[in-house]
């Protein structure tokens, strides 16, 4: 198979998860190696993404590591057999590879988490809102690639009206809810969306609003896209230079409990519409 020189989040979470094994077997690359009938220059290429591995290899693989997770086996076998180049392939070359490693990562979820304290989530803006964001990037942005920027973020949202959309739970922050971004018009008709989205069967929004007391925030941004076993759930954190993805089980058990806390301390889906509905009102 031709080596790749810039591998996917998705290639390279299969190529970690094959390393984890490996090292929970205890064994060496040179040992699995041999096991398998290759040479260790192979295992250390498909442990780093640049070689893809087949699915009848992955299977030998799991077998001489002794994995007896059969669920997880499954999962990896399918990525193996991933062929698929989504709409987002359109974007490569053309915008960071973080934000194509985003729409793939969404595109194979079994659910969706998101906790935003400053900005209402990706998946929830309205085009406005996305060009108002991306407008104020500082270095400012050539508007060519504002406009690619919020044509990518609209295309992402598809996921929560396919055929089968991926289950959604967004919890934000009154703040960003009343920071009003691309002027009132624009935060209205922003906070209607939101409200209108949020009727829908398999998509929940909960607003973590002023008024709590003790309330001791998350302090930021989360998304937390599930796999198709928990082992295979990813978290996501922007920082200052790009977006930061999170797969260590230890990592990823914190953030579940941060989103749960999160959680508890918000409103209510009918209660967090109807402060939507007010602040819509006001403005």
């Not at 309205?126 to 295309?155: C, G, I, K, N, W």
């Not at 055929?163 to 906070?191: D, K």
């Not at 969306?193 to 930021?220: C, Y």
Request: negative net charge; proline residues 4%; aromatic residues 6%.
């Amino acid at each position: 198979m031709a080596k790749r020189t810039e591998p996917t989040a998705r290639q390279m979470r299969l190529a970690v998860e094959l390393r984890r094994l490996r090292d929970e077997a205890g064994l060496t690359s040179r040992e699995a190696a041999v096991l398998l009938g290759v040479n260790a220059p192979q295992i250390s290429q498909i442990e780093s993404g640049l070689a893809g591995v087949s699915e009848q290899r992955l299977r030998r693989l799991a077998a001489n590591y002794s994995c007896s997770d059969d669920v997880l086996i499954e999962a990896l076998a399918a990525m193996t057999k991933d062929r698929t180049r989504g709409w987002w392939e359109e974007y490569r070359g053309l915008l960071p590879d973080s934000f194509l490693n985003l729409s793939e990562l969404e595109h194979h979820a079994t659910f969706r988490w998101d906790v935003d304290f400053l900005h209402v989530p990706g998946l929830l803006q309205t085009e406005d809102y996305a060009r108002a964001l991306f407008s104020r990037r500082v270095p400012e942005l050539p508007s060519h690639e504002v406009e690619l920027r919020v044509r990518h973020r609209m295309q992402r949202q598809g996921i929560l009206v396919r055929t089968t959309p991926v289950p959604y739970e967004v919890l934000v922050h009154e703040a960003a809810l009343r920071i009003r971004v691309g002027g009132r018009v624009a935060s209205r008709a922003q906070l209607a969306r939101i409200l209108e989205v949020s009727e829908a069967d398999h998509i929940t929004v909960r607003v973590i609003p002023f008024e709590l007391d003790d309330f001791a925030d998350v302090t930021a941004a989360m998304v937390y896209a599930g796999g198709q076993v928990p082992q295979l759930d990813t978290v996501v954190r922007d920082g200052p230079h790009g977006s930061l993805f999170i797969d260590s089980e230890t990592q990823l058990s914190v953030f579940r409990t941060l989103f749960r806390r999160v959680e508890e301390a918000s409103l209510e889906p009918a209660r967090s519409r109807d402060l939507i509905y007010r602040l819509i009102k006001e403005q």
